[in-house]
């Protein structure tokens, strides 16, 4: 359980090793971008922690109710290194209404900078298992790069998707 906002960073960056091995195994420097680092909570209490932890550690929190739980989209003052970029945004998520979540980190999503959608996801399915994740707000394509760790494909930045909705 993270309690300190140096224990936030510390395990983001564990999280963003096997990512890193991966984002230069597949050679995306350059042509993918990573947009944000999702933390799941398993219960109200661990995502108010966080919340609490990261309020002042943010130039902003928007947060939204997606598929029946709470999701808060932060932006870090500090970023995390990847070899993707730095990611500047956090997904905190709440508990799912089924009680699957564990705490800890769950995926980073990329968008293509310079390649199609189909193009980064041709790239992946060439040597990983690449799996459609439809859900009623975006489909991804994710990959598994260990410890339920997932490399999630997407179409753009989530930013812009919240725009949108907020418009």
């Known amino acids: 359980?993270?309690?300190?906002?140096?224990?936030?960073?510390?395990?983001?960056?564990?999280?963003?090793?096997s990512f890193d091995d991966f984002a230069n195994k597949h050679d995306l420097q350059g042509k993918t971008k990573a947009?944000?680092?999702c933390y799941k909570c398993?219960?109200?209490q661990s995502f108010e922690r966080i919340w609490a932890l990261l309020e002042s550690a943010s130039?902003?929190?928007y947060q939204s109710i997606i598929s029946q739980r709470r999701i808060a989209y932060i932006k870090l003052k500090k970023g995390i290194?990847?070899?993707?970029?730095?990611?500047?945004?956090?997904?905190?998520?709440d508990q799912k209404p089924d009680g699957s979540q564990k705490n800890g980190f769950d995926h980073i999503e990329v968008f293509p900078t310079?390649?199609?959608?189909?193009?980064?996801?041709?790239?992946?399915?060439?040597?990983?298992?690449?799996?459609?994740?439809e859900r009623p707000h975006h489909t991804t394509h994710d990959v598994?790069?260990?410890?339920?760790f997932i490399f999630r494909c997407t179409h753009g930045?989530?930013?812009?998707?919240?725009?949108?909705?907020?418009i």
């Open 1 to 17: 359980m993270i309690k300190t906002l140096e224990e936030f960073y510390t395990e983001a960056e564990k999280s963003t090793r």
């Open 35 to 37: 947009d944000h680092i």
């Open 42 to 44: 398993d219960s109200a």
């Open 59 to 61: 130039e902003y929190i």
């Open 81 to 93: 290194s990847t070899a993707l970029g730095e990611i500047r945004f956090l997904e905190l998520s």
């Open 114 to 133: 310079t390649l199609t959608y189909g193009e980064m996801v041709k790239i992946l399915e060439q040597s990983e298992t690449v799996v459609k994740v």
């Open 144 to 148: 598994d790069i260990g410890n339920g």
């Open 157 to 166: 930045p989530l930013i812009e998707k919240i725009k949108t909705e907020m």
